[in-house]
T-cell receptor
Framework: GAVVSQHPSRVICKSGTSVKIECRSL??????MFWYRQFPKQSLMLMAT?????????EQGVEKDKFLINHASLTLSTLTVTSAHPEDSSFYIC??????????????FGNGTRLTVT | QKEVEQDPGPLSVPEGAIVSLNCTYS??????FMWYRQYSRKGPELLMY????GNKEDGRFTAQVDKSSKYISLFIRDSQPSDSATYLC???????????????FGQGTILTVHP
């Protein structure tokens, strides 16, 4: 159980274009999903918290107009990198919290999406 | 000062060795502590999860938390080449709702177990 899937696993795009990344909870409903970014040889940094049916909450320093998050259903959150630039090239990873879980439940991550902007 | 400090290594050990991985933290609000394993170009895989001081064992893995010292450890017994990966400690506080899901990660320790 608690399987989180991301799509695509890898994407290459040209500078100035937008890219959408999907995060799905496959066998459970998730009221909350989290988006992280990982640069090479660095750790994961939380970007934003995505809540179903409401606006996402962004961490300090993360541009909300650049990283658009939509959590339209209990099983899907999307991250759109708008007007991507080479410095946005990174590994984007999501995690999801099962709707009925309590505060001491473990957290599972998707397999990540590697974005390369040329 | 980073909230979570983890020695990046790299750490190289022979097969069968006991591996000790450590993290220190400064935020006394952290209550939930996790260890993840990450293979290259993959998402983190949860290994151990605990929310109290003390030891927790699962197979070859033992997680240790000392809240008074703000120090956590992961021990791997009888290490195998397949354990070669990056190990990440992560922790969170609880401020209501699903806030415990907001994890702060250590830098990750690169481990190589050679045959």
């Amino acid at each position: 159980g608690a399987v989180v899937s991301q799509h695509p696993s890898r994407v290459i795009c040209k500078s100035g274009t937008s890219v959408k990344i999907e995060c799905r909870s496959l066998d459970f409903q998730a009221t909350t999903m989290f988006w992280y970014r990982q640069f090479p040889k660095q750790s994961l940094m939380l970007m934003a918290t995505s809540n179903e049916g409401s606006k996402a909450t962004y961490e300090q320093g993360v541009e909300k107009d650049k990283f658009l998050i939509n959590h339209a259903s209990l099983t899907l959150s999307t991250l759109t990198v708008t007007s991507a630039h080479p410095e946005d090239s990174s590994f984007y990873i999501c995690s999801a919290i099962r709707m009925e879980s309590s505060y001491n439940s473990p957290l599972h991550f998707g397999n990540g999406t590697r974005l390369t902007v040329t | 000062q980073k909230e979570v400090e983890q020695d990046p290594g790299p750490l190289s050990v022979p097969e069968g060795a006991i591996v000790s991985l450590n993290c220190t933290y400064s935020n006394s609000a952290f209550q939930y502590f996790m260890w993840y394993r990450q293979y290259s170009r993959k998402g983190p895989e949860l290994l151990m999860y605990t929310y109290s001081s003390g030891n927790k064992e699962d197979g070859r893995f033992t997680a240790q938390v000392d809240k008074s010292s703000k120090y956590i450890s992961l021990f791997i017994r009888d290490s195998q080449p397949s354990d070669s990966a990056t190990y990440l400690c992560a922790m969170s506080a609880y401020a209501g709702g699903t806030s415990y899901g907001k994890l702060t990660f250590g830098q990750g320790t690169i481990l190589t177990v050679h045959p």
